[in-house]
């Protein structure tokens, strides 16, 4: 049982672990402008060792974002531009021959990185696509009959483009639910944008420092672990997400025949990580209802599958989402 003391000492060891994030941020923030919450969500993900998938129109720095991240981490960076003619092949790497030993070599792929950007990632087939879900989960590539490790950190920053349908291919669910969370981007202020045009129109162009090692990013995610989240908030976090996969037994009947498949246990995993990297970003050493209500959205969109009618009635994954956070007993 955790006392009021252990929470005050977890809270103070979180507020001082926790600088280096918000050194990161401004280091960031000296490029992307506005964008907070993409820049928290990316933290989160890399926190957690987990993925990203971004949606949004384009030109809203998402390529910049993951550079920009790279650059201050001081970590590798691969951008792959996914097309109808990709090959697995193109991500992962393949055996090539050499005529002087008579032996086939490994060329590793782009795949071999810290963070990767998949940039629109359903302009490639299903083939394609699921060249990443080994390495997305099991942290490793297998090209020919020899298992390669991927280097932690790994994160895959995938993006898609909401406007055109033409020639893309929807992600599988097997795919998607991998991703830690699902982001969707909006378009800057007025004020945001303005400044957007000087920035980036201005011939000094910003400059950004390496705040932090691999190492440290190894003692963020292990700082993050001590957060104290609650046995109420749990119970929360497991009501939401059978409410979607049961939602008459959590009085939502109404949403029965707009729910064709509820959310995956990795659903109540990932809530509860980044709830807890959501407190830790925030300089917070517990976790709070309202942590759940911010991400869980970002968590929970893509998992789950609506129905026709639901379809018919032009409703959403986040519609349902707010139905539910409305109604589920908040402790």
């Known amino acids: ?40 969500r990316m933290m989160i993900a890399l926190i957690t060792s987990g993925h990203i998938l971004l949606e949004g ?50 060329r590793k792929g782009p795949i071999f990185t810290n963070l990767l950007l998949a940039d629109e990632i359903n302009r490639a087939p299903a083939k394609v696509q699921s060249a990443l879900l080994e390495s997305m989960q099991e942290l490793q590539v297998t090209i020919g009959e020899t298992t390669h490790p991927i280097e932690k950190p ?13 020639g893309t291919y929807p992600l599988p669910e097997a795919q998607i639910d991998r991703f ?14 303005k400044a957007i045009v000087n920035r980036m129109t201005s011939t000094l162009k ?6 932090c090692s691999i190492e440290d990013i190894f003692r963020l995610n292990q700082s993050c672990q001590m957060v104290y989240i609650d046995d109420k908030i749990k119970d929360y976090i497991v009501n939401l997400v059978f409410a979607t996969r049961f939602p008459e037994e959590a009085g939502l009947g109404k949403l029965k025949n707009l729910i064709q498949f509820g959310a995956s246990p990795r659903a109540s995993i990932y809530l509860t990580e980044t709830a807890k990297a959501l407190a830790f970003v925030r300089r917070r050493g517990y976790v709070t209802p309202e942590d759940i209500k911010t991400i869980g959205r970002d968590v929970l969109r893509h998992r789950l599958i609506l129905s026709y009618e639901a379809e018919a009635e032009e409703l959403t994954t986040d ?6 956070f409305d109604n589920i007993v908040v402790p």
């Not at 910003?206 to 705040?211: A, E, L, R, T």
């Open 154 to 166: 790994f994160m895959v920053m995938a993006t898609q483009n909401p406007i055109e349908q033409e």
């Open 57 to 106: 129109v384009p030109g809203l720095a998402k390529t910049l974002a993951v550079k920009t991240m790279a650059e201050v981490l001081d970590l590798k960076f691969s951008r792959i531009q996914f097309t109808p003619d990709l090959l697995p092949a193109d991500l992962t790497g393949t055996l090539v021959f050499n005529p002087k030993t008579s032996e086939f070599v490994t």
């Open 180 to 193: 830690l969370l699902k982001v969707k981007i909006t378009y800057p202020t007025k004020e945001e944008e």
């Open 319 to 324: 519609d349902i989402i707010t139905e539910i």
């Open 1 to 40: 049982m955790t006392t009021n003391q252990d929470l005050t000492f977890i809270n103070e060891k979180i507020g001082e672990e926790s600088r280096v994030v918000e050194r990161i941020l401004a280091e960031m923030e000296k490029v992307i402008v506005g964008q907070r919450v993409l820049l928290e």
């Open 206 to 211: 910003p400059d950004v420092q390496k705040v």
